[in-house]
């Protein structure tokens, strides 16, 4: 039982030293340095392809859209965190919900589903668009779509 205390104290010495390295490491790195003209110009396309082309609309990946914009993966992912406070996914998934709720309150679409109306803002999957519409609005998008006319 000794031995046992033993060794469960040494691994527990192990696993705190590899955190503090850990830790070390993570202080240690930068973000990338963002050239205020360059971001602004990023700024500028991102805002364009989401409010005029409606890219959230596509199954566009971060990696797709860093093409696009001519740029890098991981500067346009520390644009989405650093500026919008907000990782790539949550940042299109905020576009899909403001077009749903837009589609909801358009009386044209009134006899669309509402994982019609998901689908059309750009979701892929009904469960994912109950789930996300949920987080973000704090009601169900069928509730909110029955108390919101």
Do not use: C, W
């Amino acid at each position: 039982m000794v031995k046992r205390n033993n060794e469960l104290t040494e691994k527990e010495q192990e696993l705190k030293a590899v955190k503090e390295q850990l830790i070390h490491s993570a202080l240690k790195r930068r973000d990338p340095v963002y050239d205020d003209e360059k971001k602004e110009e990023l700024l500028a396309k991102i805002e364009n392809e989401f409010d005029k082309n409606k890219i959230y609309k596509e199954n566009i990946t971060l990696k797709e859209l860093a093409e696009r914009l001519n740029t890098n993966t991981s500067y346009l992912s520390g644009i989405f965190n650093n500026v919008y406070k907000k990782s790539f996914s949550d940042f299109i998934n905020q576009y899909r919900i403001k077009e749903a709720i837009e589609l909801f309150e358009d009386s044209d679409f009134d006899k669309f589903s509402t994982d019609a109306i998901g689908f059309e803002s750009g979701f892929n999957s009904g469960k994912t668009f109950v789930r996300v519409f949920k987080k973000q609005i704090g009601v169900t998008p069928s509730y909110y779509r029955k108390h919101n006319k």
